[in-house]
């Protein structure tokens, strides 16, 4: 099985800058792809950024510019580096991995509890 424990999350006022980490643990073999989402209060959860293995990315259009992804594949890590923030980015982060276990050949997705961001004006 796999864990996925997500930090970095808190309180920043507009316009400064948090560093979340997801850390994948347990009977991992590969991690194709990480990723974060987040959900606000009365709103869906959107995807904000994914990348993949190889070091490709894609991010949500409200987060370009400001938000980069990263990962350490070594350490199973995904990093999401969250800069200029904004009250509208205040939700629930969710980090996501699509992993293959040591007993493979199955891909399934692994979520995180959520770390909250909350963004003041």
């Known amino acids: 099985q796999v864990q996925l424990v997500e930090s970095g999350g808190g309180l920043v006022q507009a316009g400064g800058s948090l560093r979340l980490s997801c850390a994948a643990s347990?009977?991992?073999?590969?991690?194709?792809?990480m990723g974060w989402y987040r959900q606000a209060p009365g709103k869906q959860r959107e995807l904000v950024a994914v990348i993949t293995s190889g070091g490709s990315t894609n991010y949500a259009d409200s987060v370009k510019g400001r938000f980069t992804i990263s990962r350490n594949n070594a350490k199973n890590t995904v990093y999401l580096q969250m800069n200029s923030l904004k009250p509208e980015d205040t939700a629930v982060y969710y980090c996501n991995a699509e992993v293959v276990t040591i007993v493979g050949p199955n891909e399934y997705d692994y979520w995180g509890q959520g770390t909250q961001v909350t963004v003041s004006s």
């Open positions: 347990g009977s991992i073999f590969s991690i194709n792809v």
